[in-house]
């Protein structure tokens, strides 16, 4: 039996350092393409430029290209900030259905062994009804959307 476990864990050791030699040659390559890609955009930021400079002037250009840059950065923090608070109510939610998941997986788990042990027949379903109860507190209802008569 020894030798089956070890052979097994060689043979998904060595496959784990092929995955993980895979991983880091294709971060490498993305790593190379993305710097390309900066560069390309550098280019065609500052072709852009020129030639918008050459038909506005260089002054009205940069003042354009400033004012466009600060404006893509204002968008991004803004709908960062927008979209933060959703996130963490997702994950507050996924957290809180992880806990009662688990609660509820380590109440039934322990049910058969209860119900071997002397006084079980008592202590099993008092335990089955406070896991329900602790599923119940934490699964809250979604809300419902108005009525028509209602909003009328």
């Known amino acids: 039996?020894?030798?089956?476990?070890?052979?097994?864990?060689?043979?998904?050791?060595?496959?784990?350092?092929?995955?993980?030699?895979?991983?880091?040659?294709?971060?490498?390559?993305?790593?190379?393409?993305?710097?390309?890609?900066?560069?390309?955009?550098?280019?065609?930021?500052?072709?852009?430029?020129?030639?918008?400079?050459?038909?506005?002037?260089?002054?009205?250009?940069?003042?354009?290209?400033?004012?466009?840059?600060?404006?893509?950065?204002?968008?991004?923090l803004v709908i960062h900030k927008l979209t933060r608070s959703m996130r963490s109510r997702r994950r507050a939610r996924r957290r809180q259905a992880d806990m009662t998941a688990l609660g509820v997986t380590a109440a039934l788990a322990l049910l058969p062994a209860l119900a071997k042990s002397k006084g079980g027949a008592v202590i099993a379903p008092a335990l089955a009804v406070l896991a329900y109860a602790i599923y119940r507190e934490n699964a809250k209802p979604k809300p419902r959307k108005p009525d028509q008569e209602d909003t009328h």
Do not use: K
């Not at 993305?34 to 955009?41: D, E, H, M």
């Not at 030639?51 to 250009?61: I, Q």
């Open 1 to 76: 039996m020894g030798m089956l476990v070890s052979l097994v864990s060689a043979l998904a050791s060595g496959e784990a350092m092929a995955a993980l030699q895979r991983a880091r040659t294709t971060a490498i390559l993305y790593g190379f393409a993305a710097v390309f890609v900066l560069c390309g955009v550098g280019f065609l930021i500052g072709a852009a430029y020129i030639w918008l400079a050459a038909r506005y002037g260089p002054l009205a250009s940069s003042l354009g290209f400033g004012i466009g840059f600060l404006v893509l950065a204002g968008l991004i």
